[in-house]
């Protein structure tokens, strides 16, 4: 029996729910073909930053006005190889250019920013480029303790808001699980124009060098363990938020992917996994999955989909509480 696999995910058609996520290997048009011969459903391509693009309008602007720049000066301290942003906004616009005549999925870009402001204008320029849709990810660590939740959060919904206003593709918005009330932020974020929500974003956590006593950033890649977040939270948001959910964190096997399905995602992303193990791993996973929805019946995965969310439950707080509550009661010390 031949199981369907296929699924809409921001109104676009995907042959299948596995999404590579935005990662540097669906920065190269070798990459983009790769994946799309190991049969992933679409690609999100590398995030273009808020500092890239104001770099260029920064240096455009210096160019012309042939002034001092203390202000770039004074941040390229922070960020290295500043004076290859101006070239990267440009190239970018034609990675995605190119990469849309190269392969037949859908190809959604990405930004990467926290604050409304002129670089915004980028998003258009993403969609004039060929993009399909476009990832937000709203990468935000709040740091001044006079700032409360609610500012926070209303800058989110008003880069969002922003966003939207300059393209007519679908927009992703890629959060990370740090909100006082998810499920009112992803309301709200869909009421600001979000078609999907993407979750989570991962914050990744330097660590120190106690030789050199330095920041040490690193990129730690995640386990299936990571997913247990995601999948809690899209089994409480499904049916209850008006958007569509997809995974990112912890998407490493065909498992991985089912239970995604199961508590309600459209698609599940792999980042890590895709690194770790090759583009050719997305056909492993696809086959793996066609298979047990086969053994376990499913005709496709619109039937498979959902049917472990609990937001719609009765009363989704105390199945929380309970569940919770089960769990720590029913361990047993095992030193007794
Ligand atoms: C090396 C690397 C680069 C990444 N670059 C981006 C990026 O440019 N934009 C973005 O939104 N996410 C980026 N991510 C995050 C991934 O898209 C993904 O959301 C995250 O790694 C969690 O998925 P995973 O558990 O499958 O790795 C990157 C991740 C890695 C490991």
């Not at 799309?36 to 006005?65: N, W, Y």
């Not at 330097?206 to 006593?213: A, Q």
Request: proline share 5%; net charge negative; charged share 20%.
């Amino acid at each position: 029996m031949s199981v369907d696999l296929t699924t809409t995910y921001l109104g676009l058609e995907l042959k299948n729910p596995l999404v590579a996520s935005s990662t540097p290997m669906t920065g190269t048009l070798d990459g983009v073909r790769r994946l799309e011969e190991a049969g992933i459903g679409a690609i999100v391509l590398p995030s273009v930053f808020e500092e890239e693009i104001e770099h260029e309008a920064m240096e455009m602007q210096r160019l012309m006005e042939r002034g001092t720049d203390s202000f770039a000066e004074s941040l390229s301290g922070y960020f290295p190889e500043f004076e290859d942003y101006a070239t990267r906004t440009e190239s970018y616009l034609r990675h995605i250019t190119e990469a849309r005549e190269a392969v037949t999925i859908p190809v959604i870009g990405s930004l990467n920013g926290t604050t409304n402001g002129g670089w915004v204008n980028y998003a258009k320029r993403i969609e004039d480029a060929g993009a399909d849709a476009l990832e937000l990810n709203v990468y935000l660590i709040p740091t001044d303790p006079e700032t409360v939740g609610a500012e926070i959060e209303q800058r989110y919904l008003d880069l969002v808001w922003e966003v939207n206003e300059q393209v007519s593709i679908p927009v992703a918005v890629k959060v990370g699980p740090y909100f006082s009330s998810l499920p009112n932020m992803a309301v709200r974020l869909t009421e600001a124009g979000a078609d999907a929500i993407v979750l989570f974003n991962r914050f990744y956590q330097p660590d120190i060098d106690l030789v050199e006593l330095e920041v040490e950033p690193r990129v730690d890649l995640s386990s299936s363990q990571d997913l247990l977040l995601p999948l809690r939270w899209v089994a409480l948001l499904t049916g209850r938020v008006d958007a569509d959910f997809a995974v990112t964190s912890g998407v490493h096997t065909a498992a991985d992917v089912i239970k995604s399905l199961l508590v309600g995602a459209d698609v599940a992303m792999m980042a890590s996994a895709l690194l770790k193990n090759g583009a050719g791993h997305a056909a492993t996973v696809l086959a793996e999955m066609e298979a047990w929805l086969d053994e376990h019946e499913y005709a496709s995965v619109d039937q498979l989909r959902g049917s472990m969310a609990v937001g719609t439950a009765p009363n989704p707080d105390a199945f929380v509480r309970a569940n919770y509550m089960k769990m720590l009661v029913t361990y047993t010390n095992p030193w007794v």
